[in-house]
């Protein structure tokens, strides 16, 4: 706790250094910044590896931290495209886990406009569930996630046409290799759902915190 009451803005302190990335060494550093469009200061965890001498950026997850009533709220990530299907989020997730967790942080939740389906797949894989189960009943929210043969695409089926037609729009869409499938078509496997701009609300800390152990321990070197 004391390290987030004195840490600078703009300013990288590295919380984990033993990851291996095709044997290059990773690190996790936490930052602090201020957005001028927000009210809140914003931290980041940023997954670096070290090629060459060179730092290179692979990804990072961003966060709210509220010490009024010990809760965090994921934010986002985002993953250099070179490393996409590498680890990346499921890493910084584990790290942002544990970084909560371990500081006191008990309540973790995502921001309610969070509209990524994979990553809410991701989230509740560490235990997130959606703040009213009841809200599976909100039909335009609910987006499927699929899996197709020979494909590397994030598949999606979407409950709405409206939202559909939204998502198709989004930057979201565009910056990532999201297909949008019909559920006739063959050879689909539905993985799970999701809801879009729900919050989604830690209910296990304990399990949530051993997976997010065995994850980061996949890649320590």
Known sequence: MKMLENLLYKTD??????LIYQKFQ????????????????RYYLKLNTIMDDEI?????????LHPENLSSQFIGIAVNEDYRNS?????LISSWIQFCLDNGYED?????????????????KYFFVAEDVSDYELFSKLVYICRMKDSDCKCLIFSSMQEEIRFR???I?????????????????????????????????????????????????
Do not use: W
């Open 13 to 18: 302190i590295v919380i984990k250094n033993d």
């Open 26 to 41: 990773q690190k996790i550093t936490l930052s602090r910044h201020f957005c001028s469009t927000d009210s809140n200061d």
């Open 56 to 64: 290179i950026n692979q990804g990072y997850l961003y966060f709210y």
């Open 87 to 91: 680890g990346v989020a499921s890493i």
């Open 108 to 124: 973790l939740m995502t921001y309610k406009k969070q509209r990524k389906p994979f990553l809410l797949y991701l989230l509740k």
């Open 169 to 171: 729009n989004s930057n």
């Open 173 to 221: 869409m565009r910056s990532d290799n999201y297909r949008i499938i019909d559920s006739a078509d063959e050879e689909i496997q539905i993985l799970d759902s999701v809801l879009l701009s729900t919050p989604y609300l830690l209910k296990d800390n304990e399990k949530a915190y051993q997976k997010a152990i065995g994850t980061y321990n996949r890649y320590r070197k």
